[in-house]
């Protein structure tokens, strides 16, 4: 174990490269590559990463010691109006994790996630809500997080955690 994990809070100075992981976020079965680009132009993308440091925005950077930048993110924000795949109520934030490519399949996931719903429950959240493809391993990183199945949502597994 030569490198050790930690997180630290997002914040809004890391904006340039939150874009970066949400484009890693947006998953597809493989052997799908990553989805263009331009997709982080899109209006129903968008609302997760842009101008982030609002007031109800919680998140946790991953970092390894050694790696001179971030190994991913985990991040949520309350989004109104019924807008987002993951909306349950104006109350409940919708949270995004990823980790990019090279780190990925080495256990970071479940400790990036854990740190985040307890960064969510300081903050006085009293639940996270989450979409997951149903051909996404991370669904069993998640059930180890508390997450539930709840419904289908356009094909994704919609899934809750109460802190």
């Known amino acids: ?80 109006n019924q807008q987002g795949l993951a909306y349950v109520d104006d109350d409940t934030p919708q949270i995004g994790i990823a980790l990019f490519p090279e780190f990925q399949h080495q256990g970071h996931g479940r400790p990036l996630m854990l740190a985040a719903l307890a960064a969510a429950r300081v903050h006085g959240y009293k639940q996270v809500a989450l979409t997951v493809h149903p051909e996404n391993p991370a669904i069993k990183v998640y059930e180890r997080c508390g997450f539930t199945k709840l419904a289908l949502r356009s094909t994704f597994h919609l899934m809750l955690v109460k802190l």
């Not at 904006?15 to 493989?30: F, K, N, T, Y």
């Not at 899109?42 to 001179?68: F, M």
């Open 1 to 80: 174990m030569g490198t050790m994990f930690s997180t630290r809070p997002l914040v809004p100075s890391d904006q340039d490269w939150l874009w970066d992981i949400l484009h890693v976020a947006l998953w597809d079965p493989p052997p799908a590559p990553l989805r263009p680009r331009a997709v982080l132009e899109h209006p129903a993308v968008r609302i997760y990463a842009e101008n982030w440091g609002r007031p109800t925005d919680v998140g946790v950077v991953g970092q390894l010691s050694g790696v001179d930048r971030p190994i991913g993110a985990a991040w949520m924000r309350l989004i109104a």
